[in-house]
């Protein structure tokens, strides 16, 4: 049934301007929803890569280890445990073919510093869509307010011209234009809920990385890792 309220007729009546934001709007809101699920899922997925972790030290020899973990393309922990073998084995390279670094190139700290380096570039893969969750969280409600006023000026020009305020002429502009608004808030809520559970969970991964790291870091430099005394 038509009626001259709602999203429908906001759209059929709406100029550009009008129309621009609420594309703007919606473009917002699914591509944040594609995010999430997207980035929720990866999360998942690299939260069941944990348990590898154990297959790795049970393994006899660092490569079996290496081959104990699953989907390389994608599994942070592999890389880490890549990353510090090719820094180990360049460090070695380099001690061998140029005697004169062991003076200046102290293994402890070139493992550490690499370890950090192949964490920091992990981490940063972690990022992928954070920011445009913090910026459509920071921006859609204004967006929506813009699309309001502008809509609210455009009811008043036109109860002007008609030379009428009846309040059957004027709820229906008005309320049409005050949807911008939650259709900006409804945009901008889940983008902030998104964003900070993400970025939650990214933390904690990064913190999971960091200790493998460190029992790389003492298995490299002292032959075996730390134990976690459980």
């Given at each position: 049934?038509?009626?001259?309220?709602?999203?429908?007729?906001?759209?059929l009546?709406?100029?550009?301007?009008?129309?621009?934001?609420?594309?703007?709007?919606?473009?917002?809101?699914?591509?944040?929803?594609?995010?999430?699920?997207?980035?929720?899922?990866?999360l998942?997925?690299?939260?069941?890569?944990?348990?590898?972790?154990?297959?790795f030290?049970?393994?006899?020899?660092?490569?079996?280890?290496?081959?104990?973990?699953?989907?390389?393309?994608?599994?942070?922990?592999?890389?880490?445990?890549?990353?510090?073998?090719?820094?180990?084995?360049?460090?070695?390279?380099?001690?061998?073919?140029?005697?004169?670094?062991?003076?200046?190139?102290?293994?402890?700290?070139?493992?550490?510093?690499?370890?950090?380096?192949?964490?920091?570039?992990?981490?940063?893969?972690?990022?992928?869509?954070?920011?445009?969750?913090?910026?459509?969280?920071a921006?859609?409600?204004?967006?929506?307010?813009?699309?309001?006023?502008?809509g609210?000026?455009?009811?008043?020009?036109?109860?002007?011209?008609?030379?009428?305020?009846?309040?059957?002429?004027?709820?229906?502009?008005?309320?049409?234009a005050?949807?911008?608004?939650?259709?900006?808030?409804?945009?901008?809520?889940?983008?902030?809920?998104?964003?900070?559970?993400i970025?939650?969970?990214?933390?904690?991964?990064?913190?999971d990385?960091?200790?493998?790291?460190?029992?790389?870091?003492?298995?490299?430099?002292?032959?075996?890792?730390?134990?976690?005394?459980?």
């Amino acid at each position: 049934m038509n009626t001259p309220f709602g999203i429908a007729n906001l759209w059929l009546e709406g100029d550009f301007i009008t129309r621009f934001v609420a594309i703007a709007l919606i473009i917002c809101s699914i591509v944040t929803w594609v995010i999430l699920l997207s980035r929720f899922w990866e999360l998942r997925n690299l939260r069941k890569l944990k348990p590898e972790l154990d297959q790795f030290w049970r393994a006899t020899s660092y490569d079996q280890g290496l081959q104990s973990f699953s989907s390389h393309a994608l599994n942070p922990y592999y890389h880490l445990a890549k990353s510090a073998a090719t820094a180990s084995a360049h460090h070695q390279n380099q001690a061998h073919d140029h005697r004169e670094l062991l003076q200046t190139l102290n293994y402890s700290e070139w493992m550490a510093r690499s370890l950090k380096n192949s964490i920091d570039g992990i981490a940063a893969g972690f990022q992928k869509g954070l920011t445009f969750l913090g910026s459509t969280g920071a921006i859609s409600p204004f967006i929506g307010l813009f699309g309001t006023v502008w809509g609210i000026y455009h009811a008043l020009i036109a109860i002007s011209s008609s030379g009428s305020a009846q309040l059957d002429q004027v709820a229906g502009p008005i309320g049409e234009a005050l949807i911008m608004t939650a259709l900006g808030l409804a945009v901008a809520i889940p983008a902030v809920l998104a964003f900070n559970a993400i970025n939650r969970a990214n933390k904690l991964m990064v913190a999971d990385l960091n200790r493998f790291a460190n029992d790389l870091l003492a298995y490299f430099v002292t032959g075996a890792r730390v134990k976690s005394g459980e």
